[in-house]
């Protein structure tokens, strides 16, 4: 069993639906969790960190933390074709370290 | 500023080949790392190089991989007598200073061994 696991997908939605991308992991010590996007071809860049549990907004994002059930998930709010990407979580212990332990990722179309 | 870039962009060899692969990082960044990515993986930790300090090398798969980072900057990982399972993308990321600052990452270079 991997430490992270994440649905490949690919998650097809229409313009304007909310999204949910979601990772499980087992390690009950991670706590610091991250969510990147990846377009095709590109390297991934960093869109959402949180520490431990809880809620974090960004704009249209909103990630959470949910430490009891292990269980992450990203909220993407009227959805663009713009965002059409690989999502990856990727977690570690605490922020201190750089050893990340990454998702397989999720392919999401947002179809116009 | 110019962000991380990573060349080639696509390299094809033989099995047997060695290949290198380059990076360049954000100017003025001292961590460097790499990653790699196959297909149905997540990111794989490779090594970690922090200014002077002797490298995290604890992610590279075999003894037939090697990094070097010359004067702080460029980097170099080699891979020697590919074999077929070291076809995936190599992804170079760099962040300002610490381990914990935010990873930038390049491009990457799709590395096809047949």
């Known amino acids: 069993q991997k430490e992270v696991e994440q649905d490949p997908g690919p998650l097809s939605v229409p313009e304007g639906a909310i999204v949910s991308l979601n990772c499980t992991y087992s390690?009950?010590?991670?706590?610091?969790f991250m969510w990147y996007r990846q377009y095709s071809r590109k390297g991934p860049e960093l869109l959402m960190y949180?520490?431990?549990?809880g809620n974090k907004e960004d704009g249209r994002f909103t990630a959470q933390v949910d430490k009891s059930s292990k269980y992450i998930s990203l909220f993407i709010r009227d959805s663009q074709p713009s965002d059409s990407a690989t999502y990856l979580c990727?977690?570690?212990?605490?922020?201190?370290?750089?050893?990340?332990?990454f998702g397989t990722g999720t392919r999401l179309k947002v179809l116009a | 500023g110019a962000g991380v870039s990573q060349s080639p962009s696509n390299k094809v060899t033989e099995k047997g080949k060695d290949v290198e692969l380059r990076c360049d990082p954000i100017?003025?960044?001292?961590?460097l790392y790499w990653y790699r990515q196959s297909l149905g993986q997540g990111l794989e930790f490779l090594i970690y190089?922090?200014?002077?300090?002797?490298?995290?090398k604890s992610g590279l798969p075999s003894d037939r991989f090697s990094a070097e980072r010359t004067g702080g900057s460029v980097s170099t990982l080699t891979i020697q007598r590919t074999q077929q399972e070291d076809s995936a993308v190599y992804l170079c990321?760099?962040?300002?200073?610490?381990?914990?600052?935010?990873?930038?990452f390049g491009p990457g270079t799709r590395l096809t061994v047949l």
């Open positions: 390690n009950s010590a991670f706590q610091y």
């Open positions: 949180t520490y431990s549990s």
């Open positions: 190089f922090q200014g002077n300090s002797a490298p995290d």
């Open positions: 990727a977690m570690s212990p605490t922020s201190g370290t750089y050893k990340y332990i």
């Open positions: 990321a760099s962040s300002l200073v610490r381990g914990t600052d935010t990873q930038y």
């Open positions: 100017s003025g960044h001292t961590a």
